[in-house]
């Protein structure tokens, strides 16, 4: 009787055993691996400069794209861009984004312009120049800095003038003489002035950590209602 007694105690605990037994997750490996993909990595100063550099160099090229559409063939309707260049929709809309500011400057002389993108690390070996992007702590922004050269218009037939200044306010000073029988003439990649972009630190962060939608290619080019987006809003 006892041995009896033992047997169904012992067999009850087994049955509360069991059904106290956590349930076991499915896909648990799975399910791992998914959570260490979206699990956010430490943001390191290096993440922040190459993003903003990132975003800098892209909203440069679109200015001066855009630069070299209106100089060629766009209406004259469009001239207050080179004037407001961070209005152009597919710039603003990055703008926008990060939350940045873009402005330029120009130098009054060669000498000025030399010695400022030798101080500001704007000058790869053998002295080409290159973009920059530099942390300002007290005031929380990434400073991107881009070299603006006389550039050459890409058009084989076009009379002087033939070469393009992007300091240039206005459509009509868009459109320089070289310095070939010109005595105030300009030489392509001569640096003319710097663009300039303000990155708040924390948008930096935030684009960096957000999740992205694959590109959709907006209509209307540079001066187009739907600019391009890599992001969703």
């Not at 049955?15 to 260490?36: H, Q």
């Not at 310095?179 to 002035?193: H, I, K, L, S, Y």
Request: charged share 25%.
């Amino acid at each position: 009787m006892i041995k009896q007694n033992s047997y169904l105690v012992l067999l009850a605990l087994s049955f509360f055993t069991l059904a106290c037994e956590p349930e076991k997750l499915e896909r648990g490996k799975e399910m791992a691996v998914e959570a260490e993909r979206h699990k956010v990595k430490r943001i390191t100063q290096e993440d922040m400069e190459k993003q903003a550099l990132l975003a800098g160099d892209t909203i440069i090229r679109l200015v001066e794209g855009a630069f070299l559409q209106l100089a060629e063939s766009q209406p004259k309707e469009q001239a207050l861009f080179v004037a407001q260049p961070d209005k152009l929709p597919t710039v603003n809309s990055i703008l926008q984004r990060y939350n940045a500011t873009l402005t330029r400057q120009k130098f009054s002389s060669e000498n000025e312009a030399k010695q400022f993108l030798t101080q500001n690390q704007l000058l790869a070996e053998g002295g080409k120049p290159v973009p920059h992007v530099e942390l300002q702590v007290r005031e929380g922004l990434f400073q991107y800095q881009w070299p603006i050269e006389i550039k050459r218009r890409n058009c084989a037939s076009c009379d002087e003038p033939s070469l393009l200044d992007y300091t240039s306010s206005t459509l009509d000073q868009l459109r320089v003489f070289s310095a070939q029988g010109q005595p105030n003439g300009f030489e392509e990649g001569q640096v003319r002035g710097i663009w300039v972009i303000l990155f708040p630190r924390q948008k930096i962060i935030e684009q960096i950590t957000l999740k992205t939608k694959p590109s959709r290619r907006g209509r209307g080019g540079f001066f187009g209602t739907k600019p391009d987006t890599a992001k969703s809003e």
